[in-house]
């Protein structure tokens, strides 16, 4: 299922679902472009999110704004040294913080950032690095 996520709702700071609507992509005046199928919408519960972005830098609009994390002068998201941002309990890895670069970059910090959330909700990790 392709699918775009355009909403986080919760209660009292604490993340309890995901919106969304499945996707299909068309050719339109000669670009490929995502488009919504009407009448599949959905709500997917969940206790935590993790966002894969990449290109040149986030988009600031919309969530990232929302959430009220900070950017460097570059547009990327700032971080500590635990990958999270500078908004409590969110985290950030990859081109969204280090901006636009290889791969396997990107996967280090994906091992690393999960090792930094294992820790902050559990008190410990015994995930590898």
Known sequence: MVCKYSKFTGKNGVLKTLHGVKVEWKNENGRMQMVE??????????DLVLLAMGFLHPQHEGMLNDLGVQFDGRGNVITNENYMTTKEGIFAAGDMRRGQSLVVWALNDGR???M???KYLMGETSLKG
């Not at 199928?37 to 969940?46: D, L, Y």
Request: avoid cysteine.
């Open 37 to 46: 199928i009407p009448g599949t919408e959905f709500e997917q519960k969940v």
């Open 112 to 114: 690393k950032v999960a």
């Open 116 to 118: 930094e959330v294992d």
